[in-house]
């Protein structure tokens, strides 16, 4: 957002500030003023004029301005009406250099989950892709998965829902006691990179928001239905500033998974591209990694599709 237009929504949102007020404390004239607040009216900023001056009555637009104002993190935004895929969008962002962007849509016509699985991405929902420039090796690239599961998890959580986390990406709200669950929202990881250091890493983040239960697939659940609708600009804000505070603290994301995680204790089996594995799922390892006690002692396994199976 213009830093100007940011500045006379910071003055205007404690109180009723005038033009000729507004004009001199950031050295621009009345006619630039007018401009700009008819300008933020424009972008959905509800904005009344009275004797008194400029005040800002409420924040309801969902774009890039209104996620950008009181965002507490150094993310730029660019929002869609409607996009093929978030995710896609920000691989064409990385090869033109960007870093630091989430690329926000109201719905996705081409969303996709892992596996090039189709993820149903209607209007309603919160579709969101952050790309960033991480100084680590690729090795250290799932711990950004987790994070961004935790945040996401988070978020939820402060909308009112009992969010959990099904490794390795999965955020779940658990139904019973016996490891059964319905899925919220799933998120899909990519990047570039070399041997020694990654190029770009792009987290696509989708959540089932304020979206009804009857609409999703089978086995997943919604925000809406959880706990009813939330604000998803401010959804989105929590989101990012918690992704952001991990991404710059690696080493407090996988105490933080395993808080959430409702995979831990559960029994599972793992499919992987060198054959599946069934047992108890006990750890996961500072690198994401889940740890699984089988019949034949102690796997690890970086990558594969996990299932919660019925206790035996």
Same mark, same amino acid.
């Given at each position: ?86 995710? %896609? /969008?920000?691989?064409? *962002? =990385? ?9 926000? +849509? #109201?719905?996705?016509?081409? @969303? ?83 041997? %020694? /250091?990654?190029?770009? *890493? =792009? ?9 009804? +239960? #009857?609409?999703?697939?089978? @086995? ?81 396994v970086t990558a594969g599709d996990c299932e919660h199976l019925r206790p035996v």
């Amino acid at each position: 957002m213009n830093e100007t237009r940011r500045a006379i929504l910071e003055a205007i949102a404690d109180g009723p500030v005038s033009g000729p007020e507004l004009a001199e404390s950031l050295d621009i004239s009345r006619a630039a003023v007018w401009k700009h607040i008819d300008g933020l009216r424009e972008a959905d900023f509800e904005i009344e004029s009275g004797p008194t001056g400029y005040e800002l009555t409420a924040v309801a637009a969902y774009n890039a301005p209104a996620v950008e104002f009181e965002l507490e993190a150094p993310f730029s935004v660019e929002y869609h009406d409607s996009v093929g895929s978030t995710n %896609d /969008r920000a691989r064409e *962002l =990385a090869a033109e250099g960007a870093t630091d962007v989430a690329v926000l +849509a #109201d719905e996705q016509v081409g @969303g996709r989950g892992r596996l090039e699985r189709e993820w149903s991405s209607p209007s309603g929902g919160v579709w969101v892709s952050v790309l960033t420039r991480p100084a680590v090796a690729p090795a250290q690239a799932p711990l950004y998965t987790l994070a961004a599961s935790v945040a996401t998890a988070t978020a939820a959580r402060e909308a009112g829902v009992d969010a959990r986390i099904k490794w390795p990406n999965d955020v779940v709200v658990p139904v019973g006691d016996d490891g059964d669950y319905r899925k919220l929202a799933g998120i899909l990881t990519e990047m570039e990179g070399e041997t %020694d /250091r990654v190029e770009w *890493l =792009a987290v696509g983040l989708g959540v089932n928001a304020n979206l009804d +239960a #009857d609409a999703l697939p089978e @086995g997943a659940t919604s925000i809406r239905e959880e706990a009813g609708d939330v604000d998803r600009r401010r959804f989105v804000q929590r989101l990012l500033e918690s992704f952001d505070r991990y991404r710059t603290d690696l080493e407090a994301v996988v105490p933080a998974w395993r808080e959430l995680a409702l995979t831990i204790g559960q029994r599972v089996r793992v499919d992987r591209p060198t054959g599946e594995i069934v047992g108890e799922a006990i750890d996961v390892t500072e690198s994401g990694a889940l740890v699984v006690e089988t019949e034949n002692g102690r796997e690890t396994v970086t990558a594969g599709d996990c299932e919660h199976l019925r206790p035996v």
